[in-house]
């Protein structure tokens, strides 16, 4: 074919662009508007939290982790992935995760501890930048119905569940110590080797299975309407002391029963090699 035959596009071309082409277009930029929407959400809730608003900080906390779920969700289910969007929604978690909650707590609960509130806020800030980090770079071959360590979105979640259902300001000192160690409990769990379930793995298959699980998401649904602040944060709470529930697994050479920090172990070692992940396969929550 010609130069001159090639089919050109735009104002000054003679022939529009296919619409299946402009659809698959928005299509791939679908789930990074979302983590774009992720930021937004991170974003807004460090100006609310510096401006006192701390019940809409939390909330916002909320509408970032919906946001992050949907963008590997969307991304799988349209066959958009791409490394690009892996290193964006990484980013993106750092700072609605990790730099919007550590301030939040800070600025609600730790302000009045001094340099102790802003040290605990920062642990809780690089441990999860750490987690990530280690999440970025573990094999794909490594169990997927468990995360090694408590995934960054879950901790957020506990700090804005808890400053949603009570958003007063912490000034006592002992209550303000009481945060102070939460947040340092949150910290070494995010980077420990404890296990926790992966529920992106559940399988709906089966007509009992598929009612049961569509049975507790409509009670789960039901409780977060009828008293949100009491039900986010008990399951906030319950899945952060899930990963202290010891679990074992079989063992891949030998059969026998592997520890869930032997287990946590193995993935750190392998995930000095090559990345194995593809795009937003590994995405947590």
């Not at 750092?94 to 800070?106: D, K, N, R, T, Y």
């Not at 029963?257 to 995405?283: E, F, I, N, Y």
């Amino acid at each position: 074919m010609s130069r001159n035959a090639l089919p050109r596009y735009g104002i000054l071309g003679r022939h529009k662009r296919p619409m299946g082409a402009r659809a698959r277009r928005g299509i791939f930029i679908l789930p990074s508007l979302l983590t774009v929407g992720n930021v937004l959400a991170g974003y807004a809730a460090i100006i609310a939290a510096q401006q006192n608003e701390f019940a809409r900080a939390a909330l916002l906390l909320g509408v970032a982790a919906v946001l992050d779920n949907l963008d590997g969700r969307v991304a799988r289910a349209t066959g958009t992935t791409s490394s690009f969007g892996v290193q964006f929604d990484s980013l993106a978690d750092v700072l609605s995760f990790g730099v919007a909650p550590a301030f939040l707590v800070f600025r609600w609960g730790m302000e009045s501890l001094g340099r102790w509130g802003w040290v605990a806020s920062f642990l809780f800030l690089i441990c999860g930048a750490m987690r990530l980090a280690r999440f970025n770079i573990q094999p794909a071959g490594g169990d997927k119905r468990f995360f090694i360590g408590l995934p960054i979105p879950a901790a957020a979640m506990v700090v804005g569940a808890i400053i949603f259902y009570h958003p007063q300001p912490i000034v006592e000192p002992g209550l303000a110590v009481s945060v102070l160690v939460l947040v340092l409990l949150l910290s070494g769990l995010m980077v420990s080797r404890l296990r926790y379930r992966s529920f992106k793995s559940l399988d709906a298959r089966g007509k009992r299975r598929s009612f049961l699980i569509v049975g507790l998401l409509a009670l789960l649904l039901a409780a977060v309407v009828a008293e949100p602040q009491v039900a986010l944060l008990s399951l906030s709470l319950l899945y952060m002391l899930s990963g202290l529930i010891p679990r074992r697994r079989r063992s891949r050479h030998s059969g026998a029963p592997a520890t869930a920090a032997q287990d946590g172990a193995a993935l750190a070692d392998a995930g000095t090699g090559p990345q194995a992940h593809s795009a937003r396969d590994g995405h947590e929550i």
